[in-house]
């Protein structure tokens, strides 16, 4: 899936006050970032899929589609821990102009390795376009293990799987075991060099919702072999990434994207704007960047 090497970005959904979409703030952030990623991501955990309604996600990606001036490639998040929910979300959503579907782990349930396997089976049985696998287990409280990840690979309509495990060496294996065409991404910022030199296509980043071009000089240049120039692109973001996190994702990036002037900072309950002490934080190493 070449469409998909590189940098993609986990949009966020901006609010107004009053907490509606904010439609002018989505159209501004589709500016800031296509100037410098590779395709986007729509409806993930950064986007705040859990609390939009299916009509908010359905005039949301219109409106993506309809403004994605440099037509980059759409990959359109729908995951659960209903199996057959998720299938029939897939058959009510127009997926025209999607590239992909990235769909989570089943958090919650808890559910053995062969239920994750039947899950995404099922999943990629019913989706008209290909599937990419998301494993994150802070989240979801349940990893895919490699050996999983590697039997959901051999489905011709299971493309990749993005990565947000932390773990080096599960991301290794499922590199070198896996299809040539099977793509690994990287769910982590600060991990995409390492888990690009480990035969990695790129990451779905949170990061490059408010700094596109500081994100992308990691991955383009990890891809490109100059490990060097991707190594220190990914110490400028060390000190920033944590505060991303302290009060939640994506409360902080959110913050960024204020400073910037490209959107607001609402979030919807249960979480809440970043706090005077970490957007103070922000500001101070937005400066030294």
Not at 115 to 124: E, F, K, P, T, V
Not at 128 to 150: C, E, F, H, Q
Not at 166 to 194: W, Y
């Amino acid at each position: 899936m070449r469409a998909l090497q590189g940098t993609g970005v986990a949009l966020i959904t901006p609010f107004n006050e009053d907490l509606s979409v904010d439609f002018d703030g989505l159209k501004n952030l589709l500016k800031h970032v296509s100037k410098a990623v590779d395709y986007l991501v729509i409806h993930g955990t950064t986007g705040e899929a859990a609390t939009t309604t299916q009509e908010e996600k359905t005039a949301i990606f219109d409106f993506i589609r309809n403004n994605n001036t440099d037509n980059l490639p759409l990959v359109y998040g729908i995951g659960g821990n209903n199996t057959q929910a998720v299938i029939d979300t897939i058959k009510a959503t127009d997926l025209k102009g999607v590239t992909a579907l990235l769909s989570v782990s089943p958090y919650y349930n808890k559910p053995s390795q062969e239920g994750i396997y039947q899950h995404y089976l099922r999943i990629a049985q019913a989706s008209p376009v290909p599937v990419i696998l998301y494993n994150v287990p802070g989240r979801t409280m349940s990893k895919i293990s490699a050996d999983t990840t590697l039997r959901l690979a051999a489905h011709a309509n299971i493309i990749g799987t993005k990565e947000a495990s932390g773990d080096l060496a599960h991301c290794e294996r499922i590199a070198k075991e896996s299809p040539d065409n099977f793509i690994l991404v990287s769910g982590d910022d600060l991990l995409t060099r390492d888990i690009i030199n480990v035969g990695g296509t790129g990451v779905i980043s949170v990061i490059a919702n408010g700094l596109p071009e500081e994100m992308n000089d990691i991955t383009a240049n990890a891809l490109n072999g100059n490990d060097a120039a991707a190594k220190e692109a990914t110490e400028k973001l060390q000190a920033i990434n944590p505060l991303f996190y302290e009060e939640s994702n994506p409360v902080g990036i959110k913050e960024v994207l204020k400073f910037r002037e490209v959107c607001g900072n609402q979030v919807r309950l249960p979480l809440l704007p970043a706090t005077s002490e970490l957007s103070s934080k922000i500001q101070t190493e937005l400066n030294k960047l």
